[in-house]
């Protein structure tokens, strides 16, 4: 039997574990509506730019280093943030998704 478990995480939480920023890229679909989603990380140290995965990687590790994760698991995937929304005259386009799903099976 699998067991699947889900970690979901905010966005502040992953970028502190990686030590790195994620960086969006947005694009426009049609007149009102954008999509945003994770183009990379950005280290906090400096201005260099790591992978997804890498960031990732890093995310997972601490997790296990942690005991959130078993030691035994040695592979999982992950979602980023992504969507489209609307765009009204009004919107700020400060509504960022704010969640990052990790998941394993054990």
């Given at each position: 039997m699998n067991i699947t478990?889900?970690?979901?995480?905010?966005?502040?939480?992953?970028?502190a574990i990686a030590g790195a920023k994620l960086?969006?890229?947005?694009?426009?679909?049609?007149?009102?509506?954008?999509?945003?989603?994770?183009?990379?990380?950005?280290?906090?140290?400096?201005?260099?730019?790591?992978?997804?995965?890498e960031a990732?990687?890093?995310?997972?590790?601490?997790?296990?280093?942690?005991?959130?994760?078993?030691a035994n698991v040695e592979e999982f995937s992950f979602e980023l943030p992504s969507c489209e929304r609307l765009k009204s005259k009004a919107?700020?386009?400060a509504d960022i998704p704010q969640k990052v799903i990790l998941s394993f099976v054990s």
């Open positions: 478990t889900i970690i979901e995480l905010e966005n502040q939480e992953v970028e960086v969006f890229a947005q694009e426009q679909i049609e007149e009102n509506i954008i999509e945003t989603c994770v183009e990379c990380f950005q280290e906090e140290e400096s201005e260099d730019r790591i992978s997804t995965e990732m990687e890093r995310v997972f590790a601490k997790l296990q280093e942690d005991g959130v994760i078993p919107d700020n386009m």
